[in-house]
């Protein structure tokens, strides 16, 4: 909530086909999605065992380089 980086949070891509693909964020709080096909609607969610995430929905219609959560709680 205060704006800092979250150690290990797993963030979940949910491509709506299969198995979501789940990544874990790094000491300074980035993650990233490799591969991942351009021209589609994705939902993305953060757990974590301190904290609460709103999921957000994206339509990667080309490269996203930046997408920050907030902890609601």
Known sequence: P???CLIN???TLNTGQGQPIKVS???LGYYQ???IPTGSCYVV????KR???DSKQ???SNNLLSLDFVGVE
């Open 2 to 4: 205060s704006g800092g």
């Open 9 to 11: 949070a797993v963030v």
């Open 25 to 27: 964020s790094s000491t």
């Open 33 to 35: 999605f490799d591969n």
């Open 45 to 48: 969610s953060v757990a974590s």
């Open 51 to 53: 904290y609460r995430f």
């Open 58 to 60: 994206i339509d990667l």
